[in-house]
């Protein structure tokens, strides 16, 4: 059975870093990564990597996220560094491979006033 797991989201300040992490089970995931969907916005991307390593970030992450996995581990990481108020919204753990795509619950980051 294919579950992903999400954890890691939390307040935090402007300027801050965060960590979140993933863990996903039934497949060997050739893709894994994580969206985001602000409230009244549609979920976007917001980095993919590969098993061979390669990454895509959006343009609005690049130079402060950092997206790894950990294959002996089936883990997913997102480093958050020089987090903005426009990075508040919900994290979601993504995997696909050949034959399908997965998503995890979802993980909330929210800004602190």
């Known amino acids: 059975q294919v579950q992903l797991t999400e954890s890691g989201g939390g307040l935090v300040q402007p300027g801050e870093s965060l960590t979140l992490s993933c863990e996903t089970s039934g497949s060997d995931f050739s893709i894994k990564g994580w969206f985001r969907q602000a409230p009244g916005k549609q979920r976007e991307l917001v980095a993919t990597?590969?098993?061979?390593?390669?990454?895509i970030y959006a343009d609005s992450v690049k130079g402060r996220f950092i997206i790894s996995r950990d294959n002996t581990k089936n883990m997913v990481y997102l480093q958050m560094n020089s987090l903005k108020p426009a990075d508040q919204a919900i994290y979601y753990c993504y995997a696909s491979d050949i034959s399908s795509a997965s998503w995890g619950q979802g993980t909330q980051v929210t800004g602190s006033s």
């Open positions: 990597i590969r098993s061979g390593g390669f990454r």
